[in-house]
């Protein structure tokens, strides 16, 4: 695994305050730099010693860093990489946190320099309340922390970070940015806008009803909690992942347009159905359940030393719907000019679908339960 032992993190609210201190408890002897630009943040974050050593400005934060995480709301995250790109050191790693990935993944390639890896991620967490005074060590636990890799990701790198936040406490998962913008516009923007909208419809509406808001129970409430969030930064999200939220509006009308007309015609069927698919799938969301040990199974793969492999692999994995838990690689005289790549996954048959995704991209693969059985 590359060696990071200088940490950058610009951007101290509450996910870089967060990191910050989640890092810090992962290894003591990291040296964590931080860099705000409202100066009362970067005052907090010292008195909270949050950060080893506050950086003056964007190129002083990043001079010795080996790995530079770029904190800030999603519209200035291209921003910072322009000013940045021309103070970093040869094969520094950056990544990010922002909640749309394809056009930064895109645009990052194009700023940084060659000899500079950039990994896209998504740390799928948050807090009602924002700021480095929320900023704490246990955000990430149990939270899925997504990274995006693309073809060209260097592998020795896609490994560093996804031990390091593995260690944090984090489920971290592989995916491509196109596919993560398709997932969170559905599981995390669209539900956004439909609470904030219907907040916005309750409120114009209460002008004809005035007891209307006296009247909000458990439902409405439950709703429309996110409705208070932070208007700035859903701004930024609704602009960077404009495309994937149009899509899964689209999809949603026409969910509506289906039940209204259904509801028009009393097709009491389709509206009982409906609501039992509903519950249904809702009762069946995943849930956090302590590690089976049974389910566990180790992946050994024989890879060539090239760009983009260890993506490919993941990416495939993660595809078939399966928890990579660990990742390590090692050279090894068995393959020449190449390596051993070893994974981790967990749940039912996670072997056999692993195998099955790696095997379809030509590579072989061995699988055994981590309790023994191997085949």
């Not at 990489?81 to 990544?95: E, P, R, W, Y």
Request: charged share 25%.
């Amino acid at each position: 695994m590359k060696n990071i032992k200088n940490i950058t993190i610009i951007g101290l609210g509450l996910i870089g305050g967060s990191l910050a201190l989640s890092l810090k408890k992962v290894n003591d002897n990291f040296i964590i730099t931080g860099y705000d630009n409202i100066p009362e943040t970067m005052d907090i974050a010292i008195y909270r010693k949050l950060i080893d050593r506050p950086a003056v400005d964007y190129a002083d934060s990043v001079k010795d860093a080996d790995l530079v995480i770029i904190a800030t709301p999603v519209r200035l995250i291209v921003e910072i990489a322009n000013k940045i790109k021309d103070f970093l050191k040869s094969g520094t790693i950056v990544t990010d946190v922002g909640s749309a990935k394809e056009n930064i993944v895109e645009n990052m390639v194009q700023i940084l320099p060659k000899d500079v890896v950039f990994i896209g991620g998504h740390p799928m967490t948050g807090s009602e309340n924002d700021g480095v005074l929320s900023a704490r060590n246990d955000l990430f636990v149990n939270a899925f922390y997504v990274l995006t890799p693309t073809d060209n990701t260097r592998t020795e790198a896609l490994v560093a970070l996804h031990t390091l936040f593995t260690k944090t406490g984090a489920k971290v998962i592989t995916i491509s940015p196109a596919e993560h913008d398709k997932i969170v516009s559905l599981i995390s923007h669209l539900p956004h806008i439909l609470s904030t909208n219907l907040v916005v419809l309750v409120d114009n509406q209460q002008k004809q009803l005035n007891n209307l808001f006296k009247l909000c129970a458990g439902g409405f409430r439950d709703m429309t909690r996110i409705a208070a969030s932070n208007p700035k930064m859903w701004l930024d999200i609704s602009i960077e992942n404009k495309k994937e939220i149009i899509n899964a509006l689209n999809n949603y009308i026409s969910h509506l347009n289906k039940f209204m007309k259904n509801l028009e015609a009393g097709n009491e069927e389709y509206i009982k159905n409906h609501y039992i698919q509903a519950k249904e799938a809702r009762l069946n969301l995943p849930k956090f359940i302590d590690k089976d040990i049974s389910k566990l199974y180790e992946l050994r793969i024989g890879i060539p030393d090239k760009q983009g492999v260890l993506s490919e692999i993941t990416l495939a994995i993660s595809s078939a719907g399966i928890n990579i838990e660990d990742i390590s690689i090692f050279h090894s005289t068995e393959v020449i000019g190449g390596g051993i790549l070893k994974i981790l996954v967990h749940g039912e048959n996670a072997g056999t679908l692993s195998r099955g995704a790696i095997e379809k991209l030509g590579y072989e693969v061995s699988v055994k339960k981590v309790t023994g059985e191997e085949n």
